[in-house]
């Protein structure tokens, strides 16, 4: 089965078994199964950090307190004590409640912080190679099984790259469509440059040719007598 702890196996290999198994406790949607087992994961990763230091083991919370007594206090390490602290909390809701919820996000962002402390204690705390540090928890792994053959950087750039090619295409569309407006015929411009004149006026003009008319006609009328 792939999984994303490939890199833990040759470093600790009960570790790596034990967080393989809380990927497969995810992909078969046992979430709850998969946070408790997460927090036995953080458990075992601060017990094998203390007995390498000769220091005393106890329970979960205890060795959390005394791996933060004797931190450097730097942001690594921060981070590191408080995904435990992460895996724990969740972890215990998960045995604990009363009900069983189908969480799939909790699980997985447990397991992403899973991911970061396995990094963590392999590269400062068991001298792995620095490289491990780039790597990304491959959500497409751990649900299909297969490795995703992009990196998320270059699925980031190729969906932003769509996203503005899609943009473009828009606006040029937009653009186009403007530009192929059907424009007004030169009748249509004609009849609107014609003077429109008043009812009024229309009516003065009638009657002006028809006494225009009957002048002419009385002055045809008086020729023909003489």
Known sequence: MATNFQFLKKINKNLFEIISDAEKLYRDEYFEQCMAQTRRFGEQICKDM?????????????MLATLKDHSNGNAQEKEFIDDLYFLK??????????????????ALECLKRSFEIAI??????????????????????????????????????????????????????????????????KIEKKEKNIIKIPFFWKIIIFLSSISIIGI?????????TN
Request: net charge positive.
């Open 50 to 62: 203390l007995s390498e230091n000769n220091k005393q083991t106890g329970s979960f919370d205890e």
């Open 89 to 106: 909390k969740n972890g215990n809701q998960s045995v604990h409640s009363g009900t069983v919820k189908k969480d799939a996000m909790t």
């Open 120 to 185: 963590n204690y392999s590269v400062y705390n068991q001298g792995a190679n620095a490289n491990i540090l780039k790597l990304d928890y491959d959500v497409e792994l751990l649900i299909t099984d297969k490795k995703s053959k992009k990196s998320l950087k270059e699925r980031y750039e190729e969906e932003k790259a769509k996203q503005t090619v899609k943009k473009e295409t828009e606006e040029r569309q937009q653009k186009q469509l403007k530009q192929t407006k059907p424009q007004k015929s």
């Open 216 to 224: 002419v006609s009385l002055a045809i009328a008086i020729a023909l």
